[in-house]
């Protein structure tokens, strides 16, 4: 009969909540996927990698990006971050256990200058938040997954690292190789402007043309400068991601990593549960579930149990005596009546943002989708455009060449023919590194975008 008060209470606040007329949070988002790629429907069915730096061939590629695990300071944030949702994780599974704090007190009291009194007390205070609803257990899972996201934001930055030191040390290869075009270009300049001299010295004709060699001799100047100024922003920005400091003295490696084989065909669409932000976003929607559900149970009635002891002594060696111990247990029932719209406010508040990291998550799919297929399709483009180029390439060589000897014989007196001969076969050495170069870094952005190499699957 005692306890009639009680459970009246309980389902009077049972019955006046409005805790369920709030519609279920979304935990979870089904994005559909492609069988395969249909930028990567075609080709070889090779053997697919299994690391995606021993891909590109180069030890030296892989030592840096190791280095730049080891010691980049943005990474290490990442990591105390991890460390930071781990111990939010025990704090939360904390509150569904009983809670006890002891306390101790001492006095001494001297109101005459003559009677001293000594007063001792210790006291024990306990509580327990009955999780009748799983409140407790949603926000346990929220921070749980938390956690979570916190990992896959972790290994995102590690793939991220990885991928722009990777990217910043081709890009500093580069650099390199059109500096030492630029230096050759120079050279051979300098010997036509020579050459030329030489022949206005004997002939007294060709003034016109000593002013073009003399421009061609400037402007490549200027431009072995301007080489020289990339290389060493190229080697700064390489140097921040190692973690040093940035004093542009870095050199890469003389020749650019070799790729050892194409993108496989079919490559397999799933591949893509594995890419750290869709994975921390799928985290960070079930936490954002939990906490709307912990929200709307909020408005439901909660029980404790407190329990609290004491004693009270002039003696210090009685302090831990039980038969002078008071102990009282208590139970107290919480119900929301009216709190000005706070609570339910609060509940509507946590599905709002449920909602938006559904639709956060569903964009960043498609985003993901769409930067597989662009990578992909630019893949296989690039490769072409790198057969072209070197049969272009050939053949404006073998004309710098004709273009000179015909000159230097006397066949071909016209020296502009011999410039613009050089200048074709110039800008297609420099077309050819640079698009080596971005055939390396569309590489390196497709295992950006699937999260890793082409077989790994996600644990």
């Known amino acids: ?28 988002l089904s994005i559909r996927t492609p069988g395969n790629w249909s930028a990567a429907s075609t080709g070889n069915e090779g053997a697919i990698s299994t690391g995606w730096l021993a891909e590109f061939n180069d030890p030296a590629m892989k030592r840096t990006v190791n280095e730049a695990l080891s010691n980049n300071r943005s990474l290490k944030a990442a990591a105390a971050r991890l460390r930071e949702a781990g111990e939010n994780s025990i704090i939360a599974r904390s509150r569904m256990l009983p809670s006890a704090g002891l306390a101790g007190s001492a006095s001494v009291s001297d109101s005459s200058g003559e009677d001293r009194r000594q007063s001792h007390g210790l006291n024990l205070a306990a509580s327990w938040e009955v999780d009748l609803w799983g409140r407790l257990r949603d926000l346990t899972r929220a921070a749980e997954a938390d956690e979570r996201a916190a990992l896959e934001d972790f290994r995102g930055a590690r793939l991220s690292l990885a991928a722009n030191t990777a990217k910043a040390w081709c890009n500093l290869i580069s650099a390199g190789q059109e500096i030492t075009l630029a230096r050759v270009t120079l050279d051979s300049f300098e010997k036509n402007l020579r050459i030329i001299e030489r022949n206005y010295k004997g002939t007294g004709e060709g003034a016109l043309d000593i002013q073009f060699g003399r421009t061609n001799v400037s402007a490549t100047q200027r431009a072995l400068e301007s080489r020289i100024l990339e290389r060493d922003e190229a080697a700064r920005a390489l140097e921040i991601l190692l973690g040093r400091y940035p004093a542009g003295d870095s050199r890469g490696g003389a020749e650019l990593p070799r790729l050892r084989g194409t993108v496989p065909a079919g490559l397999p669409a799933d591949l893509l549960d594995r890419r750290p932000d869709l994975a921390a976003d799928r985290a960070r929607l079930f936490a954002s579930a939990q906490r709307a559900d912990a929200a709307r149970k909020a408005l439901l009635p909660s029980f404790s149990i407190t329990g609290a002891g004491g004693t009270s002594t002039t003696r210090l060696a009685d302090l831990l005596d039980l038969n002078d111990l008071v102990a009282t247990l208590a139970g107290r029932f919480t119900q929301v009546l009216t709190e000005g719209g706070a609570v339910s406010a609060e509940a509507r508040a946590a599905l709002a943002r449920n909602e938006a990291i559904l639709n956060e998550y569903a964009q960043t799919a498609l985003v993901a989708f769409r930067e597989v297929e662009a990578t992909l399709a630019a893949d296989r483009s690039l490769a072409k455009q790198e057969t072209f180029l070197a049969d272009e390439l050939e053949q404006a060589a073998l004309a710098q060449k004709q273009a000179e000897r015909d000159y230097a014989e006397g066949i071909n007196a016209n020296i502009l023919s011999v410039l613009e001969a050089q200048r074709r076969a110039n800008n297609a050495r420099a077309s050819m590194i640079r698009l080596r170069n971005q055939r390396l870094q569309n590489r390196i952005d497709l295992h950006l975008a699937l999260g890793g190499d082409f077989q790994t699957r996600p644990k």
């Open 1 to 28: 009969m005692r306890l009639t008060p009680f459970i009246s209470c309980i389902a009077l606040g049972i019955s006046g909540c409005e805790s369920w007329r709030f519609a279920a949070p979304a935990g979870d």
